[in-house]
């Protein structure tokens, strides 16, 4: 799924005063990191993920890997905030064109 910048922005706005649902600890990425990611994405569309750690090339991978298994987009990540978004069956969020 590719999107525009104008989509981007909308879902940066959106996601604004969103509060982290998902947090990633010292363990990595688990597979029950990524069931509750599949869930907070199946029922919210966009959500945010904090992900621990000081190392910025550890947090691209595990940014990258998400995205990759969850199937969603990147739509930014500011510090150890990664925000993705991903529409669901009965879409919530309606993108502008």
């Known amino acids: 799924m590719n999107l525009n910048k104008k989509q981007i922005q909308h879902l940066?706005?959106?996601a604004h005063h969103l509060n982290p649902v998902v947090m990633i600890g010292n363990n990595g990425l688990t597979e029950g990191v990524l069931a509750e990611i599949?869930?907070?994405?199946a029922h919210h569309e966009l959500i945010k993920v904090k992900i621990a750690g000081e190392d910025r090339?550890?947090?691209n991978l595990i940014a990258d890997a998400i995205v990759r298994?969850?199937?969603?987009?990147?739509?930014q990540i500011i510090g150890k905030i990664l925000?993705?978004?991903?529409?669901s069956a009965d879409r919530k969020i309606i993108l502008p064109k």
Not at 38 to 41: D, Q
Not at 69 to 75: F, I, P, S
Not at 83 to 87: A, G, K, Q
């Open 12 to 14: 940066k706005s959106l």
């Open 38 to 41: 599949e869930i907070s994405l």
């Open 57 to 59: 090339d550890t947090k």
């Open 69 to 75: 298994e969850t199937g969603a987009v990147n739509v």
């Open 83 to 87: 925000v993705i978004y991903r529409p």
